[in-house]
């Protein structure tokens, strides 16, 4: 029994520290993890009202790097851009009135541009106080040009009007469009004194159909004269346009340089050209020959074509040839010769290449030769070399008994051998005139034997009837002519 009894203490002396050593486990357990607490219910409500104010709220765009320099000033003209892609005007952007223009990708600029190679912030258009305009390039990545030029960064460059301008890889061309350039002081004095009404001595006066107030080429319209110029289909530079716009340029000193571009893939790609035409200016500035195609080569064909239109509508493309031809026209219609012109004029002519000329055309052949035609050409012209030959024989005597008339007056003498002269020939010229008269006497010579009938034909045409023209002979002759 006290075996029991010890064996119960025992057991329940185990239990209460085995619950002691329990009670701190349970502890370090309940320590170690942490209490989760239950969520709070969703406002969705509230959620969606915070993100549409988010979104309502644009982002905040970084500070533009640039400081206005002291002479910034608000412009004193109105300015604008055309902005051409492809030879096509998309649109004009009239520039805001302020001291200086952003120009960037950022919606928050004040002329945003859309091609990714274009920085957020790009470059920076200026004004001064003296209405001038500057670019200013902001350092950015793919830089920016000015009429195919790239201009060094963070650096004010002056902008005039009819500039080329185009940011970083992008295709589109922006002109700058702004208030006439002012003039010397000298043209703008001419301008002025250049009297409006004519006096009547001026309106009746001879002007030999010119006029003396004509329009220089650089006040021409362009716009005004498309609509009264009416195409001519057979005109001369659409063979060859190229060309023609080459000999217009190389007449003015300047070179034919076209200015192309290519926009699409391979197989659906189209070029673009243009070039530009110097001293034609329109009231946009100046006047520009735009051309595309699938081929380079057509793109620049079709811009020379419509720079020859536009000259040709100006006037100025064929205005030199028309104005020599219509003067000397007036000149033959005025004189009523052809022959009497100053180049065709004995007195100025001390070779006597202007007489060979004349003689030359008067024996040109204007009628079939035949065999009696030709023999009595050269019979007609023997008689012209032994007078040639009288007349050489006569001047060298009278050069041999030259010094007899030493003893007269100087003066004398010179006028009396300057009047003789004038009225006779030198031994050169006559010496000249002989030998051409010789070659024709040879080539007359050689088609009497070409065209000479044979004897038989000549004998039996004796017994028959009158002698008819060779005509095999004949239709040589006339080739030979032409």
Known sequence: MENNSETKQRVESTSSDNKQTETPRSSSISDSFPTFKAPLPVNLKARQQKQQQ?????PIPPPVPYEKPEWSDLPKDNWSFEIIKSGISLEIIDLPSKEFLVLGRLPVCDIAMEHP???RYHAIIQFNNKGEIFLYDLDSAHGTIINKQRIPSQHFTKLRVGDQLKFGESTRTYILLGPEEP???LLKSKRISKPVSKS???ITSVTWGFTEDAEDEGEMNVTATKELWKRDENAYYYKDPKKALRNWLENRGYDMEFESEQEGPGHSRTFTARIRLPDVEDVYGPVYGLGSGSKRKDAERQAAIDSCEKLDMLGLLRASQDEASARKK???????????????????DRTGQAERTKLR???????VETYESLTKQQEELTVKIKETRNKIYNAKKFEKSSPVIAAEDDLDSYMNTINKDLNGESVANLEVTLQDLLKQDQRLTKLIKITKPLEIMQSSSMTTTPSKPNVTNTYVINNLFS
């Open 183 to 185: 003039q010397p002081e």
């Open 54 to 58: 988010q979104q309502l709220q644009p």
């Open 117 to 119: 190679s274009i920085s």
């Open 361 to 367: 055309k008067s024996q040109l052949p204007q009628k």
């Open 330 to 348: 007036r000149m033959r219609e005025l004189l009523g010769d052809d022959d009497n012109d100053d180049d065709n004029d004995s007195f100025y």
């Open 200 to 202: 009547v001595e001026e």
